[in-house]
């Protein structure tokens, strides 16, 4: 019997089966008392930074920014990540956490928040630079900001 770094082997099981046969966490809502980290885009990339954190019933959001196009991307202004799951989800988000105020983590919220009011919490500086974006699309009134 050989020993495969893989695997851990026990006399009359086979590991990799084993691992193959535990059940799946069901799609959608974490189970409680559980913690989902969502990255819908950000991930081996540079821009259009969002993640999501589900625990139970509640989510919220950090950052939400846009990419700028690469070169190849002609007549594209920037690309911002795909928030479907998030207008899917909207009655259980709980908050937008805004971690700082470059566009690769900000540049995406006018368009989150056409579709989607949920309060954003941020720093002083990171809420002025908001508010202008917000200001110059028609958003500030409708966002609350806490600080």
Do not use: W
Request: aromatic share 4%.
């Amino acid at each position: 019997m050989t020993n495969n770094s893989d695997t851990k082997s026990t006399p009359g099981k086979n590991a990799r089966s084993t691992k193959r046969n535990r059940s799946r966490k069901p799609r959608g809502s974490a189970a409680k008392g559980s913690l989902r980290v969502i990255p819908l885009g950000g991930m081996g990339e540079i821009g259009k930074n969002l993640c999501v954190l589900e625990y139970g019933e509640d989510m919220i959001i950090i950052d939400c920014g846009l990419k700028f196009p690469e070169e190849e991307m002609l007549g594209i202004d920037f690309v911002i990540p795909d928030i479907q799951y998030l207008l899917d989800n909207k009655e259980r988000i709980r908050g937008l956490f805004l971690t700082h105020g470059h566009e690769d983590h900000i540049g995406g919220l006018p368009y989150l928040l056409r579709d989607l009011n949920a309060p954003i919490y941020t720093t002083r500086l990171t809420a002025g630079l908001v508010r202008l974006k917000l200001e110059e699309h028609r958003l500030a009134d409708k966002t609350k900001m806490h600080t």
